[in-house]
């Protein structure tokens, strides 16, 4: 016969749970609370601004070629889901080749320059040069120079994206714990070696945050290199079709547009955020569940 925590004997030999006290109560509540509201607030927040929009609208008797009321967004995006869907194939194209390309080039230089300060020091500044240069300036001489219409918007976005990911996983890269790097150097490890089993796990919190914002920056980037083309009469993205329907006052296809875009980015931003935490969620403090 054991004995339970509150003092008493439990008759059927089994180990009685002790009670919460009114704090862990609380903490218990609070948790559930939390975790409830971190999807319900939005999505009340979303419905009331909806409401409220179609509300002005018809209170205003604003009409669709200034102020699209919700309804009809919803109804252009099924009717012209055929023409949109295929431009937001497009604009997906372009965003995650250039997502791709800056994973894989700001991974590779982060790497590169970790390992050699003067290769650091030579050409992180042109990173630099990159970063703080508008894309909208930069985007037409890159449709002048460069011959393929692909090519050049993803080049327009890769530029966005790049940064995010070379400075995050350069800060990670550099972020591990001297004392261990003493220890590697103390058991003779090679570079190699220290890389892959100290700094690369060490930079991987720090890349996955770049990787958050390239996410969402590529997507920006196609849209402002699609705008750019589309200015000079080419492109066919979503971007393209917010300016042809500018032109024709067809604000119903344009909000749709907008309102795909926006979900993408959404989608995009909820995926990255997936993946880090299935990457770090049984080692690292940021993913790990505490008990309450």
Known sequence: ?????????????????????AEELKRVRAARIESVGRWVIPIVIVVVSVWLWDRICTWNEIPHYILPKPALVFQTL?????????ALLNTLKITFGALFVATAGG???AVLFTQSKWIEISFFPFAVILQVTPIIAIAPLILIYVDSLSAS????????AFFPILSNTVLGLNSADHNLRNLFQLYGASRWQTLRY??????MPYFLAGLKIAGGLSLIGAIVAEFVAGSAGSGSGLANQILESSYRLNMPRMFAALLMISVTGILIFLTMN??????????????????V
């Open 1 to 21: 016969m054991t004995v339970a925590l509150t003092g008493k004997a439990d008759p059927a030999g089994e180990t009685a749970a002790a009670p919460l006290d």
């Open 78 to 86: 099924l009717a012209d889901w055929p023409i949109l869907s295929v």
């Open 107 to 109: 991974l590779g230089l």
């Open 153 to 160: 918007l993803l080049i327009c976005a890769w530029i966005v």
């Open 198 to 203: 100290l700094r690369l796990p060490a930079a």
């Open 274 to 291: 997936l993946l880090a935490h299935l990457i770090l969620r049984k080692w690292h403090e940021s993913a790990l569940k505490r008990e």
